[in-house]
Every structure is written in structure tokens, then in C-alpha cells.
């Protein structure tokens, strides 16, 4: 097997400089790096980026780890922080935790043991052990869509979960709805609290009162939409209106109308949150309030770039607007038939 050392031989140059060259240094001119270039196709040579990132101190490697890669939301976000990093050189190693605490930890244990130069995450479960791994990074780290815990000083990207909540709500305010429902995700998500927190505040700031009987927390998917709504119209069939704290939810949500010959809008008003493709389907054409999903998987690999290059441990963190896009299934308030 060919060497660095089999390569400066043939070009009577030295290992360093064969070195530089590959590492594309300053120094070195151009034409021996083309020179050095041409002798690595000749000799079949490939570097070893184990013993090139000895060198660098640098594995040139970064940490992308998400709770759900079958989630079309998180799978539009990796890819676009791919896109940016890989442009930039680095590879990036994914990490799917199926949104299980322990998976989550054992990403952070291999971040130190791989010696990678950064990682982006979007964590489901922090507790002390995982913060306290997270501390012991000494490396860039941004938070995707994710708030850290206090205590922990790395940036994050994300929207304004309650704003967007609270736009939501006042769409249907504007259309006459005052009974309103709420499907909304685990307790424990973050995103699902802020989201439930602005329908909570928005009812509030008109004088109304939530009916506990309008509000159920379950999962994530159409099939949590889809059980979710039929606890509601049986506790609750006076609502005339149901805000999904996401686009999976709400659309589960609609096939169980379809399905019990209820017709959106005519007889009940349906919105989401995220803006999921499927969302704009033909039969679907949920209202919803989009995310720039995309944008945020870009600007948190640019801002991970951007503390790679000024080797600073953190920075100014992005919060990105929402926006209301409405579709089919909002209409002014109508009585809902009980089944």
C-alpha cells in the first residue's frame, strides 16, 4: 500500500511538504500541489483522515442528532444543515434517538469519544447526566429547535412557538369561533407546552375560559389526531372550531371527520401548526401556521460554522417568525351536530 513517504520519493520533495500540499497550506505553490495531486492519482493514494485529523486536531466530522428522521419536519431541516456543511467540508454523522433518553446520552458519549468538532441536536430529554456530558464537550454545540436548559450557555435555533400559537388563535377569533379545542402533543415537549400556552393566553385575553373537556394531549401522528379527535366530539361536540398543535395531528384529525361525515369547514374548523408538504395536499389543504424549516436547518449550521471559525464556544442565538398560511378548512363558526 502506497505512502506519503512513496510520494515525496517520486517528487524528490520532502514528507512535510507532501504533507502541506495535502492540507491545502498556504506556503506551498500551487503547482506542487497539483504535482502532489497528480502522483496521488498515479500511486492509487487516498489519506488517512484518522491520521490527518491527529495532525489537524480536527476530525472534520460534525454531530447532527434528531428525535425523528420519519418526522418530514426534522428530515427538511437535516438535510439543509448537510447541505451547509458539507459545502464546508465537513462530513456530518447522524444520529436518530427514536426520542429515547438513552440514545440521546450515548450520541453525547461518542461526540467526546470520536472527537468531533461540533454537533447540532435536537434533544427530547436533558437530564443532569446529559447536561453535564454536554459540558464536557469543549466544542461548538447548537440547539435546533430546542431552548437549552438554564445553565447551559450554547445558542439555539428556533421560532416563536406561542406567537404562532396565538396568530393561530386569533385567526379564529376573527371568524367567530369562541369554543375552540385543543389537541396537543406530550407534556413534556417543549414546543407542544409554548404552542399550548398560547391558546391557553389567547382564550384568556378575551375573558374565555378553556373547557378542560376541549383539551387532550397525546403523541405526535395522524393516528394520535385521529384517537384525539374523537375523545373531543364526544366530550365536547359543542366546539366549533379545533387547533392541532401540529400539521400530523390535525390531519388525523380530519380523517376522523371525513370518516363520521362531518364536513370541514362547513361544520367545524380545523388548523395545524408546521406546514408539512402533506399539508397542501388536494383532499387536505390544511390552514396552518408554517415554519421556515429549511431556513433553520441552514442558519444552524451557519452559525455552527461561524463559532468553528472564531473558535468561540458560543453565540447570539436566532429566533425566526412565523407565518399564518390559510387554506380550506377555517370558515366563520357553525353549530356542530353530536353524534
Not at 382564550?203 to 376541549?214: I, V
Not at 408554517?290 to 460554522?305: D, H
Request: charge should be neutral; glycine fraction near 6%; hydrophobic fraction near 40%.
Amino acid at each position: 500500500m502506497p505512502t506519503i513517504k512513496d510520494i515525496a520519493k517520486e517528487l524528490g520533495i520532502s514528507v512535510s511538504t507532501v504533507s502541506r500540499a495535502l492540507n491545502n497550506h498556504p506556503d506551498i505553490r500551487q503547482e506542487t500541489k497539483q504535482e502532489v495531486l497528480d502522483a496521488m492519482k498515479r500511486f492509487n493514494y487516498t489519506p488517512n483522515a484518522v491520521a490527518r485529523s491527529l495532525i489537524q486536531r480536527k476530525s472534520n466530522t460534525i454531530g447532527l442528532m434528531i428525535p425523528d428522521i420519519t418526522d418530514p419536519f426534522f428530515s427538511a431541516m437535516a438535510h439543509d444543515v448537510e447541505e451547509v456543511l458539507s459545502d464546508s467540508g465537513y462530513q456530518v454523522v447522524y444520529v436518530n434517538t427514536s426520542r429515547r433518553p438513552e440514545k440521546e446520552k450515548r450520541f453525547l458519549i461518542s461526540v467526546l469519544e470520536r472527537k468531533m468538532d461540533g454537533i447540532i441536536v435536537t434533544p427530547d430529554f436533558l437530564d443532569e447526566e446529559a447536561i453535564e456530558l454536554l459540558h464536557r464537550l469543549k466544542i461548538p454545540v447548537v440547539f435546533l429547535r430546542r431552548r437549552p436548559p438554564q445553565g447551559l450557555n450554547v445558542p439555539f435555533v428556533d421560532v416563536d412557538h406561542y406567537k404562532g400559537a396565538c396568530n393561530a388563535m386569533d385567526y379564529l377569533f376573527s371568524l367567530g369561533h369562541n369554543q375552540i379545542g385543543f389537541i396537543g402533543m406530550p407534556k413534556y415537549s417543549f414546543t407542544g407546552k409554548e404552542r399550548y400556552r398560547g391558546y391557553m393566553d389567547s382564550l384568556n385575553r378575551l375573558g374565555l375560559e378553556a373547557d378542560p373537556r376541549g383539551v387532550t394531549f397525546d403523541g405526535r401522528t395522524m393516528q394520535c389526531g385521529y384517537r384525539a379527535m374523537d375523545s373531543l366530539m364526544d366530550k365536547y361536540p359543542s366546539m366549533t372550531a379545533v387547533f392541532a398543535a401540529n400539521d400530523l395531528l390535525g390531519i388525523g384529525a380530519l380523517e376522523w371527520l371525513a370518516e363520521h361525515n362531518i364536513s370541514v369547514p362547513g361544520q367545524i374548523s380545523v388548523i395545524g401548526f408546521d406546514n408539512l408538504e402533506v399539508a397542501n395536499l388536494h383532499w387536505i389543504k390544511l390552514s396552518t401556521v408554517a415554519q421556515p424549516r429549511k431556513e433553520m436547518g441552514r442558519k444552524a449550521a451557519e452559525l455552527l460554522m461561524e463559532m468553528l471559525l472564531s473558535n468561540e464556544l458560543t453565540a447570539e442565538s436566532i429566533l425566526l417568525d412565523t407565518n399564518l398560511v390559510i387554506r380550506q378548512t377555517c370558515s366563520e363558526a357553525q353549530i356542530v351536530r353530536t353524534r
